[in-house]
């Protein structure tokens, strides 16, 4: 494979999450470190009472919530940037046609155009969960919220989206694969 096209590969199959990885290590670190000092001043006299580690229990599920949802939006947003740099790849996409890679049924509708079925790429389903999720936390979220539902009816609160986060090297697989079927 020549350089251009390794470096093109290597660029539009990768979701980088280090950042995010270590962002939510020092949140786990910071809240079993409240923890520990919390459970460390219940026993003794009032006045020794942990109140900043007791407030940091209490606002540690809000926290993860938001965490997830931004970690799910980064990766659901670097997914749309390279589903659609891999797709200007078609050979015969119209301008137009580019210009409404951004939305699913589109890409969905050009792929089919090549004979393509989208669901059966590798790992669409957890693509198309990311997708959904990635649209409930950017639209219908409120102020302050520690759960979200998706247009389908799924609730996700912090533990959900700690879930759906940690399969986040399948959206590398779908890239992949997508990447096979388009530009191989």
């Known amino acids: 494979m020549e350089l251009g096209k390794l470096n093109f590969k290597l660029k539009v199959t990768r979701v980088n999450r280090k950042s995010l990885d270590k962002l939510i290590e020092l949140a786990d670190l910071e809240n079993a470190d409240s ?50 740099l891999i797709c200007q790849k078609i050979p015969g996409i119209t301008d137009n046609q580019i210009k409404g890679l951004f939305d699913i049924t589109k890409v969905t509708k050009c792929l089919k155009n090549i004979d393509i079925d989208h669901e059966n790429i590798r790992c669409y389903k957890t693509m198309d969960e990311f997708h959904l999720v990635n649209n409930a936390i950017k639209h219908d979220r409120y102020n302050l919220s520690t ?38």
């Open 35 to 84: 923890y520990r000092k919390l459970d460390s001043s219940i026993d003794g006299k009032e006045e020794d009472f942990d109140t900043v580690a007791f407030h940091s229990i209490v606002d540690a599920r809000q926290l993860a919530f938001s965490l997830y949802a931004l970690a799910i939006v980064h990766c659901y947003s670097i997914v749309e940037n390279n589903r659609k």
């Open 147 to 184: 759960h979200i539902t998706t247009k389908n009816k799924v609730e996700y609160n912090s533990n959900a989206l700690k879930s759906l986060y940690s399969k986040a090297r399948d959206l590398e697989t779908y890239l992949d694969d997508l990447y096979k079927r388009i530009v191989i």
